[in-house]
């Protein structure tokens, strides 16, 4: 025998629908934020190949100038900051740790790159996501992202079709 499902079922039902909506909505932000992220981390590690790596490796001890593992651990950021952008000013300054730096590269003093802020910004988050890189990836990749919001569209016209249906009872058999 078939049941009859009211129209407080179904809106009971599709409440709950909106909530989800909802949830998934409210995730967005942040997958595309960790999209945005991982982007960064990608030009700062472009960035760090193509003009740090003569000089420095990230793990593999020193070269020239010192090995980076753990930096953003040991240095401020806005002290990294100056040290990429500006270094010879950090030493003109006599900056303790710059001066500590300049010794232990035989007075080889680091070079202004050029950077821009985003460049350097993009570098110090590469630096960042090397010490973290046994913590399990979380978010979305960004390439699910058009999937995602396709998704949650489809959900809100599956939603809005049963408040329409729902204004009668409906026999399931």
Same mark, same amino acid.
């Given at each position: 025998? #078939?049941? +009859?499902?009211t129209q407080?079922?179904?809106l009971? !039902?599709?409440l /709950?629908?909106? &909530?989800? =909506?909802?949830?998934?909505?409210g995730?967005?932000?942040?997958?595309?934020?960790a999209?945005?992220?991982?982007?960064s981390?990608?030009?700062?590690?472009a960035?760090?190949s193509?003009?740090?790596?003569?000089?420095?490796?990230?793990g593999? #001890?020193? +070269?020239?100038?010192?090995?980076?593992?753990?930096? !953003?651990?040991? /240095?401020?950021e &806005?002290? =990294?900051k100056?040290?990429?952008?500006?270094?010879?000013?950090?030493?003109?300054?006599?900056?303790?740790?710059?001066?500590e730096?300049l010794?232990?590269?035989?007075?080889?003093?680091?070079?202004?790159?050029?950077?821009?802020?985003?460049q350097?910004?993009?570098?110090?988050a590469?630096?960042?996501?090397?010490?973290?890189?046994?913590?399990?990836?979380t978010?979305?990749?960004?390439?699910?992202?058009?999937?995602?919001l396709?998704?949650?569209?489809?959900?809100i016209?599956?939603?809005?079709?049963?408040?329409?249906?729902?204004?009668k009872?409906v026999d399931?058999?």
């Amino acid at each position: 025998m #078939g049941r +009859l499902i009211t129209q407080r079922q179904v809106l009971s !039902t599709a409440l /709950r629908s909106a &909530s989800l =909506l909802l949830l998934c909505l409210g995730s967005t932000p942040a997958l595309l934020l960790a999209a945005e992220a991982s982007a960064s981390v990608a030009e700062g590690e472009a960035i760090f190949s193509q003009t740090c790596t003569a000089c420095h490796t990230i793990g593999k #001890g020193q +070269l020239v100038g010192p090995d980076l593992a753990g930096v !953003t651990t040991r /240095r401020e950021e &806005s002290w =990294l900051k100056r040290q990429i952008q500006e270094p010879d000013q950090l030493i003109a300054e006599k900056d303790p740790i710059a001066m500590e730096l300049l010794k232990a590269s035989n007075n080889v003093p680091m070079v202004p790159l050029g950077l821009k802020d985003a460049q350097v910004q993009s570098v110090i988050a590469y630096l960042k996501s090397t010490e973290r890189q046994e913590s399990v990836a979380t978010g979305l990749p960004s390439q699910y992202v058009p999937t995602v919001l396709t998704a949650v569209v489809v959900l809100i016209g599956l939603t809005l079709t049963g408040l329409v249906a729902a204004n009668k009872k409906v026999d399931l058999q």
